[in-house]
């Protein structure tokens, strides 16, 4: 019987780095994760990164075959193969397809997380069939992968797709990035607690989320306040669709996608964002876009970021083919 | 001796219909034009054109064969190769490949002109050897067209690149197809016009342009202040491309392109508009994408938008073979 063809698919985070097989079908067939040690240096990380995976390997029951390595990133270079002053982690440049090369004799590929989650969604998810869509992840900051022509659009660089540092107000709310008004600052775990302290300060809406520090906050306190009719919490969240409805319809007028699919721990929040979201981007599209664009949920259930990394090599695997 | 292959390249204007015969190396071997008379009905105007193309054929020395056509206008679908709903044309809804499959039996595609004008950099102009690339059209108002990963974005409906219709300020002047805030009500022709009565009114600063009134007003004018030293022409300059600027930050975190090629007749307004623009652009760039991104004019000196079209055509002959 021919062994089962399987990729090593890997999120490298800066907590924790996820990993698991995936076979071409979107079975993540063994996961696990390790802590990602970043004050270690990079060789000793992925040395104990490939030992893990090989122990992983072992507890499949079926026969496998590694076909490649797809690795999911912060600043990942998908062209040349490197991690680049990533944010979070002590590294400041990494070759990891040569780090990885050591190890292994089979094609890696690298990109950031929503690139991944991206072909993830194309390959295993809410996006197969499709030629053109974006993906948005909403976690901690707001990420995006965009396909069109059924390809990423990696561009001259290799960096495309950081719409979460597009610019709601020129003269707004300071990103981490250090520009000014960016939509990850409005748009995403973080955004939606300032959100929340700038609506206290403006307005004498009564609210619960009044007793709490800008420390304490978290978007899952706003979004369980909301959920039981706090005012201020729920205006919170019509803001934040309101915001990301103008952003995204700079989105469709650049690159008319079938859907745009949310992916990620804000989306959880479901339709308390998406319905100010959607009616945002209706108002705001170019009158032909109107009513085309599908809003839709992430369908990658399970392990989610090794599912995207996997899906990643998948794809370049069979454009070689 | 072979026949030299050429394709008809057409671009349909809301006035005039330029039409030439372009090789596969961008010569124009012979170019003219018709009006538009969108008053009679689209057949006539086809017949017309057919006509007037034969005889232009015979003028051209070389003896020629024909390749394809290619057509850039207003509000084409080149999935569908139709005219939808022409601003300027009387035309509801063109089916333009049956139109002209009436009189020639080789491949038609059609695109708008912006597109067409994106393909010409790239096979003709100033993108030869891009991948990534963004072309802005600066006239009556603001057209794109994207290229990326080596192929022009056409979005799931056949009408991506709208970048005129993102959104500068969601509360700010209404634009020509009802939104407000649109980039081409800033940036433009007629916006810098716009412009120059905004300033008008908000500013104290002296400037023959107080003299005339907000119907005889022209970009034109208001270049010729500029040149003349006229500050108040010289911050519409300033206003225009310092929006320009932020918009094109936008479109740069989506794609990442190699260059942004500028075309049409604003762009003849050179320095005075594209170091606003650059500083703005440079300023408002999430910093991984900062001092990478080049602003070019176009080099389609001759028949541009002929050149253009027939590039649309010659793409897609080579794609078939």
């Known amino acids: ?155 001259a660089d290799g960096f495309a797709g950081e719409i979460g540092h597009t610019i709601v107000d020129p003269n707004g709310r300071r990103c981490g990035c250090g520009k000014l008004g960016c939509l990850e600052a409005y748009v995403s775990a973080t955004g939606i607690c300032r959100t929340v302290l700038e609506l206290s300060c403006h307005s004498t809406t009564p609210s619960e989320l009044r007793y709490y520090s800008a420390a304490e906050l978290t978007s899952e306190m706003i979004y369980q306040s909301a959920l039981r009719g706090d005012p201020l919490a729920q205006e919170a969240f019509d803001f934040t669709g309101r915001v990301l409805g103008v952003k995204l319809a700079d989105s469709v007028a650049h690159l008319s996608p079938e859907a745009i699919i949310f992916f990620g721990g804000l989306a959880a929040a479901g339709e308390m964002l998406f319905k100010p979201t959607q009616q945002s981007l209706e108002e705001h599209l170019f009158p032909i876009f109107r009513n085309k664009v599908k809003l839709l949920p992430s369908r990658l259930a399970d392990n989610p970021a090794v599912l995207g990394a996997g899906a990643l090599i998948w794809n370049v695997l069979e454009k070689k083919n």
Chains 1, 2 share one sequence.
């Open 1 to 155: 019987m021919p062994k089962l063809q399987v990729v090593l698919g890997i999120d490298i985070g800066g907590t924790n780095t996820k990993f698991g097989y995936v076979d071409r079908e979107g079975r993540c067939l063994a996961g696990t994760s390790i802590e990602t040690d970043a004050h270690l240096p990079a060789e000793q990380f992925f040395d104990q990164l490939q030992k893990n995976a090989k122990l992983l390997l072992e507890s499949v029951e079926e026969e496998c075959e590694l076909s490649g390595i797809g690795i999911g990133a912060p600043n990942a270079n998908f062209y040349k193969g490197t991690i680049e002053n990533p944010p979070n982690l002590d590294w400041d440049y990494v070759d990891v397809k040569a780090a990885m090369g050591k190890y292994y004799g089979v094609p890696v590929a690298i990109t950031n997380d929503a690139n991944a989650a991206a072909l993830g969604e194309m390959l295993f998810g809410a996006a197969r069939g499709m030629k053109d869509f974006i993906v948005i992840t909403l976690g901690t900051g707001l990420g995006s992968g965009i396909v069109a022509n059924g390809e990423l659009i990696y561009g």
